[in-house]
């Protein structure tokens, strides 16, 4: 890649017009984690459980290998787990089966 191109995408990627709202940043894993104060191997086993407890993820990239978490549902999947009394996280987790 040329200087000259090099600049048309960093003008490209910078561009308001282009840009997404903070809250739609993609994540990876490891930055899902990291967020979510977990370890990746919860995330994994958040994933593969029946039915699946974690927050939404998605696949990006070429050939849709690479797995992503939106910021946006991170902080949901957090603000459903927020309580105010025992007895409210009980009726939480019977709810939800865990």
Not at 12 to 35: G, K, M, N, V, Y
Not at 58 to 77: E, F, I, M, Q, T
Request: glycine fraction near 8%; charge should be positive; charged fraction near 20%.
């Amino acid at each position: 890649m040329t200087s000259k191109s090099n600049a048309a995408a960093i003008t490209l990627f910078s561009d308001p017009r282009f840009a997404l709202p903070a809250d739609q940043h993609i994540l990876t894993e490891r930055q899902a984690a990291a967020f979510l104060n977990v370890s990746t191997r919860t995330l994994q086993g958040w994933r593969v459980a029946d039915p699946p407890c974690g927050p939404p993820w998605l696949r990006v990239g070429p050939g849709c290998g690479r797995l992503g978490y939106l910021r946006s549902d991170l902080v949901a999947h957090a603000t459903r787990r927020k309580f105010n009394s025992a007895a409210a996280e009980e009726a939480f987790h019977a709810l939800e089966g865990v």
